[in-house]
């Protein structure tokens, strides 16, 4: 069976839906194949690898995408993960399940790292309680 394809959207490509597709390769088990992009291209934000590496996950290899690195895929899962992709977003035709799931941005919480660390871990759990939802557990 082949693996279901999801492609995680963001605006900038560097905290949220860099976890959610770190996470979702993780839980979602050998079935899935998960990928980010964002209407723009930055940088992976290192709190967002950091709260991936307290839970065990890596993604300190992930760069920042755009979309136009994905052009001609196909994807069985768009998800945009916030209001910018979503308005922005091209519209995938042949089976794609398009879905939006907004997230709280964690990068834009101002203070020291040791205040801004609760935010990316709170968006973190949210992201991955609701990925196991939304897919189901794979592993």
Same mark, same amino acid.
């Given at each position: 069976?082949?693996?279901? +394809?999801?492609?995680? %959207?963001?605006?900038?490509?560097?905290?949220?839906?860099?976890?959610?597709?770190?996470? $979702?390769?993780? %839980? %979602? @088990?050998?079935?899935?194949? $998960?990928?980010?992009?964002? =209407?723009?291209? =930055?940088?992976?934000?290192?709190? $967002? &690898?950091?709260?991936? $590496?307290? &839970?065990?996950? #890596?993604?300190?290899?992930?760069?920042? +995408?755009?979309? !136009? /690195?994905?052009? @001609?895929?196909?994807? !069985?899962?768009?998800?945009?993960?916030?209001? #910018?992709?979503? #308005?922005?977003?091209?519209?995938? &035709?042949?089976? =794609?399940?398009?879905?939006?799931?907004?997230?709280?941005?964690?990068?834009?919480?101002?203070? =020291?790292?040791? /205040?801004?660390?609760?935010?990316?871990?709170?968006?973190?759990?949210?992201?991955?309680?609701?990925?196991?939802?939304?897919?189901?557990?794979?592993?």
């Amino acid at each position: 069976m082949p693996k279901k +394809k999801v492609l995680f %959207l963001c605006t900038h490509n560097s905290c949220r839906s860099q976890m959610a597709e770190g996470l $979702a390769n993780h %839980l %979602l @088990g050998s079935g899935f194949e $998960a990928h980010s992009a964002g =209407t723009e291209s =930055t940088r992976v934000n290192p709190l $967002a &690898i950091k709260v991936l $590496a307290e &839970i065990g996950i #890596d993604i300190s290899m992930h760069r920042s +995408k755009t979309l !136009d /690195e994905f052009d @001609g895929e196909s994807f !069985d899962y768009v998800v945009t993960l916030c209001g #910018d992709a979503n #308005d922005k977003c091209p519209l995938y &035709i042949g089976g =794609t399940q398009r879905c939006h799931h907004g997230f709280d941005d964690p990068s834009r919480r101002v203070g =020291t790292e040791e /205040e801004v660390l609760p935010e990316f871990r709170r968006v973190r759990d949210e992201i991955k309680f609701w990925i196991l939802e939304y897919f189901g557990g794979g592993k």
